[in-house]
T-cell receptor
Framework: AQSVSQHNHHVILSEAASLELGCNYSYGGTVNLFWYVQYPGQHLQLLLKYFSGDPLVKGIKGFEAEFIKSKFSFNLRKPSVQWSDTAEYFCAVNALEYGNKLVFGAGTILRVKS | DAGVIQSPRHEVTEMGQEVTLRCKPISGHNSLFWYRQTMMRGLELLIYFNNNVPIDDSGMPEDRFSAKMPNASFSTLKIQPSEPRDSAVYFC???????????FGQGTRLTVV
């Protein structure tokens, strides 16, 4: 079955620590990949996206993600987190073979301690 | 553009009542999505439209749920009759095309008592 897996449901880090959030998907074929962020009480906002080209994509607020096709992964990274990065992070995929419907992972709640 | 606009922002209703959630997508966007977010189930895709036509409604939980998109600038999600387990935040999102990034509305927080 088509799915998007995020490995960690809760992550707690201190400010300035490095962040990596895992995301794996089970679709074959052509995929578009996204990371969204949801700050407390707010709607989802796009952090970054990958459609094609350079597998290392840079997004807003210092976030980046790397698409590794052989591993079906699209992990999100940030070298040094800030307290303001406290939010829930969602990986999302749409796949041509599944009618391009945008499917989200379960989300990872990140709490950054100041 | 004002972004995706949803109304109401909050809705409290009694079990058995009809609830209608509304969404105005970004002008020029051809695809529209309805999602439901709960603590237990996360973010679930309920239905999505492309050029006002429903493409996949396999995520609609029951016949009590229905969605329409009568034109390119308006969509509704209706629950009739509503039940307490329908309590959730319902998000509408739109995108230029079905395979491009989606922009989300502020959501409607529905509470069924």
């Amino acid at each position: 079955a088509q799915s998007v897996s995020q490995h960690n449901h809760h992550v707690i880090l201190s400010e300035a620590a490095s962040l990596e959030l895992g995301c794996n998907y089970s679709y074959g074929g052509t995929v578009n990949l996204f990371w969204y962020v949801q700050y407390p009480g707010q709607h989802l906002q796009l952090l970054l996206k990958y459609f094609s080209g350079d597998p290392l994509v840079k997004g807003i607020k210092g976030f980046e993600a790397e698409f590794i096709k052989s591993k079906f992964s699209f992990n999100l990274r940030k070298p040094s987190v800030q307290w303001s990065d406290t939010a829930e992070y969602f990986c999302a995929v749409n796949a041509l073979e599944y009618g391009n419907k945008l499917v989200f992972g379960a989300g990872t709640i990140l709490r950054v301690k100041s | 553009d004002a972004g995706v606009i949803q109304s109401p922002r909050h809705e409290v209703t009694e079990m058995g009542q009809e609830v209608t959630l509304r969404c105005k997508p970004i002008s020029g966007h051809n695809s529209l999505f309805w999602y439901r977010q709960t603590m237990m189930r996360g973010l679930e895709l309920l239905i999505y439209f492309n050029n006002n036509v429903p493409i996949d409604d396999s995520g609609m939980p029951e016949d009590r749920f229905s969605a329409k998109m009568p034109n390119a600038s308006f969509s509704t999600l209706k629950i009739q009759p509503s039940e307490p387990r329908d309590s959730a935040v319902y998000f509408c999102a739109s995108s230029l095309d079905i395979d491009t990034e989606a922009f989300f509305g502020q959501g409607t927080r529905l509470t069924v008592v």
